[in-house]
């Protein structure tokens, strides 16, 4: 069956090979990859969010429960200090049936405390957007009114 393997792993058992093609463009890849992260546009969302905004370092998709332990979501970038998701939203959250979700996910998100913050594809290519946006959702943040646990 199918194993699922880190990119450290994976460098480890890469490192000592001889004669595998294209390994340098593969060592290379993996010093770029993040484990724990769903889409490669959450992953371009890290990389901002870590170069721009000067917040620190998001938990990756972590399983957020309110106080009597119902689930409330799954946020790609979760900084649990302040309370602040950052997500991504590509074009599967454009039909309306994932947009209601998503919008009833925002609220529960809210209802916890959490501020949330969404961006698209072109916003990722705004330089320094991504920074302003997350410092300005960051100062919204009430770390006095969250209601929430975080399971990693």
Same mark, same amino acid.
């Given at each position: 069956?199918?194993?699922?393997?880190?990119?450290?792993?994976?460098?480890d058992w890469l490192g000592p090979r001889r004669g595998v093609r294209h390994k340098g463009f593969v060592l290379a890849a993996l010093a770029r990859s993040v484990d724990d992260a769903r889409s490669p546009m959450e992953v371009r969302l890290l990389r901002r969010w870590l170069r721009e905004s000067e917040l620190a370092?998001?938990?990756?998709?972590?399983?957020?429960? =309110?106080? #009597?332990?119902?689930f409330v979501g799954m946020p790609d970038l979760l900084d649990v200090e302040l309370g602040l998701v950052g997500e991504f939203d590509g074009e599967v959250h454009r039909s309306r049936a994932r947009h209601t979700? =998503?919008?009833?996910? @925002?609220?529960?998100?809210?209802?916890?405390?959490?501020?949330?913050?969404?961006?698209?594809?072109? #916003?990722?290519?705004?330089?320094?957007?991504?920074?302003?946006?997350?410092?300005?959702?960051?100062?919204?943040?009430?770390?006095?009114? @969250?209601?929430?646990?975080?399971?990693?």
């Open positions: 069956g199918a194993r699922v393997c880190s990119a450290a792993g994976l460098r370092v998001p938990l990756r998709n972590p399983v957020v429960r =309110d106080l #009597d332990g119902a979700a =998503d919008a009833r996910r @925002h609220a529960a998100f809210r209802a916890v405390g959490l501020e949330y913050v969404e961006f698209v594809g072109t #916003d990722l290519r705004t330089p320094g957007l991504v920074g302003r946006r997350l410092r300005e959702a960051a100062g919204r943040c009430r770390p006095e009114l @969250h209601r929430f646990v975080v399971v990693q």
